[in-house]
């Protein structure tokens, strides 16, 4: 049924070299002399590992367990032995090492034993456990856990389900050619995802130049007796990126803040319905994957390779020219070269592309920008590409930020057009690793205060405590020596009380009897001279009496001289 489809701003049409590789059936790849598997290898907490060097491994063996909720299970990708768990190179821009499990293959690859999942007795939650352990994550580059975008809003009602098959970057044909030798898998696969959404429209979007694809996928769905339907889309990069292709087939433009689960829309890609499929129909979880070998090779082709597999082993599969100088992961506009051949394949490995000066000249010098505005009009998100170089070569990290510069996809559209062929995603990733930086030191910094603080306020408390601690001890101690000093007190025999108030009062009374005594004494001692005189001695006393009064009447203080006389 035709359907009327939207446009999105931007885009554009490089060449796509994808007829190169699309002429053969998928191979599948030997398995080298060893494997090495990232733990990361998705978006959120690093697999912890649960075997050690000597272990021997079954094919789908656990050997890393999901760290947390958004994270996804590592297995192992073939049986042997486990060499070591330890740093090795991975498939980074930056060439850092990462932990990873080393296997030495033993040639036999034999599976563990496998079960299916019966889906239909299981409940959604029990079902996006399974897709966890079995390391199920979007195949299509980011490398979401898919359990986590299987967990409708709960706001919002699924309204479309959309399947990326779109494929828009150069050289990349592995979900091409999934789509057309594996159509029932990816159906059976999406049907899974439908079940758990429950949108009411489930959209496979294609892009028209894969009219085998398209084909397949109709004739698939036709037989599943599904009602989903498959659209093709026009040619125009990037149109698989997801919230292009979801405004292409809904009209629904995803707002920077916000996810496409807030509108109603979620969006997987089509090998990712596949694995999911794999995993649940036949226990086997994720351990190999599609990859596109193609660029400067003798034959360019599909392989299903081990997880782990060096690249450059997997690159020579192809044969590649004399003259490659370098392996490009992706493609050649989101791509970047890998630092080491021996990097390992890892689950968002879709594209090798043999990297020459033939293939890929050199870019002239950068020029300085001319402000022509040519990357403000194939920006797909409607941003200001020559506001945030300018702004990042400035290392103004706070107003690339106001210029929105984390809603830059890092397509490479804008670099693809400029006049003056500045590496504008250069200039954005540095901005936003800067950023990134900053933002890990300041809340490295914030929780080193947090913990000073914390110190701070333990040791005011422990001091607190032990003033508190010691007052109630002195407390105590005062407490425990009155009512010590109140038993004895209370403890003491009556007759013992008794005797010691008889000795008190004979103490008072001797002391009162001394002071009778003594007050006696003074009274027998004044004179008594003066009783029964004559008549002639009281004339006597008389008379000495009145010249007595007479000689203290007289002032006894001696003349002072006047002061001329007290001159020295």
């Known amino acids: 049924m035709p359907m009327n489809l939207f446009t999105f701003k931007g885009g554009v049409k490089p060449p796509t070299h994808k007829t190169q590789s699309v002429g053969l059936p998928i191979a599948v790849a030997p398995l080298p002399s060893r494997l090495v598997v990232p733990l990361h290898q998705s978006i959120g907490g690093t697999p912890q590992p649960v075997v050690a060097a000597g272990d021997k491994v079954l094919k789908g063996q656990l050997i890393g367990e999901a760290d947390g909720w958004i994270s996804a299970a590592v297995h192992a990708p073939t049986s042997g032995t ?39 007795a299981a409940s959604p939650d029990e079902i996006r456990r399974y897709l966890q352990r079995s390391g199920v994550v979007g195949l299509g580059g980011a490398v979401f856990p898919t359990h986590g975008k299987l967990t409708p809003a709960k706001s919002m ?3 479309e389900l959309v399947i990326n098959g779109a494929e828009c970057e150069p050289f990349i044909t592995c979900d091409d050619l999934l789509m057309r030798e594996r159509a029932d898998d990816v159906v059976r696969g999406i ?16 892009e028209d130049n894969k009219p ?56 997987f890609n089509v090998a990712t319905a596949y694995t999911a499929w794999r995993a649940i129909a036949h226990g086997e979880p994720v351990v190999s994957r599609l990859v596109t ?58 594209c090798l592309i043999a990297h020459s000066a033939r293939l890929f000249p050199p870019k002239a010098p950068e020029m300085p920008c001319i402000r022509c505005g040519a990357c403000a009009e194939v920006c797909p998100h409607e941003l200001q590409p020559f506001e945030l170089y300018w702004f990042a070569r400035a290392k103004n990290f706070g107003k690339t930020q106001e210029y929105a510069l984390f809603d830059c996809i890092e397509c490479g559209c804008c670099s693809y ?27 490295a910094a914030d929780e080193a205060k947090a913990r000073y603080e914390f110190k701070q306020f333990r040791d005011e408390r422990e001091k607190t405590e032990k003033t508190e601690k010691l007052a109630k001890a002195a407390a105590a101690q005062t407490a425990r020596k009155a009512t010590e000093s109140n038993a004895a007190a209370t403890d003491t025999p009556p007759a013992a009380a008794t005797a010691a108030d008889a000795e008190k009062a004979a103490k008072v009374a001797a002391i009162q009897a001394a002071m009778e005594r003594a007050k006696a004494q003074r009274a027998a001692a ?11 001695q009281q004339r006597t006393t008389a008379e000495i009496e009145a010249r007595r009064v007479a000689a203290q009447q007289v002032d006894p203080t001696p003349a002072v001289p006047p002061a001329s006389e007290n001159k020295e």
Not at 89 to 105: E, F, M, N, T, W
Not at 217 to 234: H, L, N, S, Y
Not at 417 to 443: D, G, Q, T
Not at 526 to 536: G, V
Request: include cysteine.
């Open 157 to 159: 009602v699924m309204a």
């Open 212 to 267: 085998q694809a398209v084909a397949a996928m109709r004739a698939a769905v036709a037989t599943a007796g599904e009602d989903f339907a498959v659209i093709e889309v026009p040619t125009l990069y990037p149109a698989g990126g997801a919230k292009q292709l979801i405004r292409v087939l809904t009209g629904k433009e995803v707002p920077a803040a916000k996810r496409s689960t807030d509108l109603g829309v979620q969006c």
């Open 417 to 443: 057009v400029c006049p003056s062929r500045i590496p504008l995603v250069h200039y954005f990733r540095f901005a936003k690793s800067e950023i990134w930086a900053r933002e890990r030191e300041k809340n």
């Open 293 to 350: 070998v193609a660029g400067n090779v003798r034959q360019a082709r599909n392989y299903e390779v081990a997880i782990g597999a060096p690249m450059d082993e997997v690159l020579a599969l192809a044969g590649p020219q004399p003259d490659t100088d370098g392996i490009v992961m992706g493609g050649p506009m989101m791509g970047f070269l890998v630092p080491d051949g021996r990097a390992p394949v890892v689950k968002a490995t879709n």
């Open 526 to 536: 004044q004179p008594k001279n003066t009783d029964h005189l004559t008549p002639e």
């Open 82 to 120: 486990v060499l070591e768990v330890g740093p090795h190179v991975q498939p980074h821009p930056s060439g850092l090492d990462a932990p990873c499990v080393v296997i030495a293959p033993d040639g036999q690859d034999r599976w563990i034993e496998r079960q299916p999942f019966d889906h239909a």
């Open 191 to 206: 049907g899974i995802f439908r079940d758990l959404l429950q949108p009411r429209k489930v959209l496979i979007g294609i």
